[in-house]
């Protein structure tokens, strides 16, 4: 199948970017974040060591609480560990 522009939609669906997912679903960043929490980091020191926003901190805590079925972030963290996703 071709697009308007003359572009296989494969191709386009390649060029494209998509979060990967990882282990349980996680993405690299949900797993990132979960191992600063593990680490005894707060938000604003985790926003601050990965360049990124405190909100977008807690947006990828809360996706990888409801991914891991967790109760609470502190839950997640223990699951992950439990798990392997972090160490």
Request: net charge positive; glycine share 4%; proline share 3%.
């Amino acid at each position: 199948m071709w697009n308007d522009k003359g572009m296989p939609s494969e191709q386009i669906a390649r060029i494209v970017k998509k979060p990967r997912e990882t282990k349980r679903g996680l993405t690299p960043r949900e797993i990132a974040v979960m191992q600063q929490f593990s680490h005894g980091k707060t938000v604003t020191e985790i926003a601050e060591f990965l360049k990124i926003h405190e909100h977008t901190v807690r947006t990828f805590s809360d996706r990888a609480v409801k991914k891991l079925k967790a109760a609470n972030r502190s839950h997640a963290v223990c699951i992950a560990l439990r798990l392997g996703i972090i160490e």
